[in-house]
Structure formats: C-alpha cells, structure tokens
Nanobody
Framework: QVQLVESGGGLVQAGGSRRLSCAAS????????MGWFRQAPGKEREFVAS????????FYAGSLKGRVIISRDNAKNTVYLQMFSLRPEDTAVYYC?????????????????WGQGTQVTVSS
C-alpha cells in the first residue's frame, strides 16, 4: 500500500507564498508521475499540477499557471508544490496523488493513491 503524507499547509496572508511537500513510501510506489489537487469548501476537487517521473514535463491548471511550481526529488520520493501570490480563493485542502499510468494527468480518475491532504488558508 502506497502511503502519501502531505505537509506544509497553514495560514498565510494574501500575496504570500507557501511550499507544500508530499512524501511517498511503501507498496509498489515506483516513482511515477504525481499530481497535486485541491478542494475548497463546498467545491469539487480540482487539478492543480502534475509532474512526470523524470521531472521532464510539468502540467498546470490554467487558473494557477504562473503562480505555482511543481517539482520533485526522486531520491527522497518527495514532490513539492511551491505557491506564490496566494489569494483567498486559493484556500483549500491540498492533496497529492500517484498517477496510475492511464488517462489524463489532469483527471482525478487517473490517480489511484491519495494523501490525507494539508489545509492552506489564505487570509485577506
């Protein structure tokens, strides 16, 4: 069983930055593509960013492009999400997930292991 543990969430002022981490371990985790999603209160979970195994390709949601950077350290089995110029509407629980190898990298259904999430709250 693959385990994902997110960290780095917290309270941040609008305009600030935050870096989230996601550490993967166990099971059959082979360091494949991974993604970040977020879910705001009362809204559906949505795609934020994804990154290929070799970090040669990264994909971003249009609404966040330019304000987030996804990266990874394969030696540590850790994926990061650096967020800039945060806005109150970025308040959400942020989740990382492992891509199962099929389907769109931007689709929730393409991921089969999820972490518990880390709360990011942006104050105005």
């Amino acid at each position: 069983q693959v385990q994902l543990v997110e960290s780095g969430g917290g309270l941040v002022q609008a305009g600030g930055s935050r870096r989230l981490s996601c550490a993967a371990s166990g099971g059959t985790f082979s360091g494949g593509a991974m993604g970040w999603f977020r879910q705001a209160p009362g809204k559906e979970r949505e795609f934020v960013a994804s990154i290929r195994e070799g970090a040669e390709s990264a994909f971003y949601a249009g609404s966040l492009k330019g304000r987030v950077i996804i990266s990874r350290d394969n030696a540590k089995n850790t994926v990061y999400l650096q967020m800039f110029s945060l806005r109150p509407e970025d308040t959400a629980v942020y989740y990382c997930a492992v891509y199962r190898g099929l389907g769109s990298l931007g689709s929730l259904g393409s991921y089969d292991y999820w972490g518990q999430g880390t709360q990011v709250t942006v104050s105005s």
